[in-house]
């Protein structure tokens, strides 16, 4: 398992549900840059990558070799949304949306999990209609959810 590549797809999978952004990925690329002696050709074109669009930058996150390792990359998208959803309590619906999508293309740690990942996006729509729940109260539980399943170091 590469760490390299582990890291490259959690950027990836992050850009591709709009947890991070391009200069997110970038900023990443020019510190991996400055920390290898002789950083792999793929990071460098995602470095001098700063005009391009964000599916060009996850095609370039693509060709970073190696092979992820399964559970730190969830374990490391996990930390990104929790991140994300405690600096910017707005991000509770795309983060909810987030991890509606990771079920749908099968990215659960567990079956349990899959279970929580999907109602969370029914539970965030459900409140912001004012049918039913309160946006601050599934707040706490998403982060809470997200602690449970992340690390406190996160790739990138």
Known sequence: MSALKTEAEVLRRCLDLGVVERRDVIAWADARIAQDDAPDVSITDVALAVGRSAADLAGLLRNVPGTPDRAAYLRGIFARMRILLADNPTALRLVAHALYLMVLDGEC??????????????????????????LTKIQTEVLSFLGDLSTDVVPG
Do not use: K, N, Q
């Open 109 to 134: 740690p567990s079956a349990e999990a899959e279970g929580a990942m999907y109602s969370f996006d029914d539970a965030v729509e459900l409140a912001r209609s004012g049918t039913f729940g309160d």
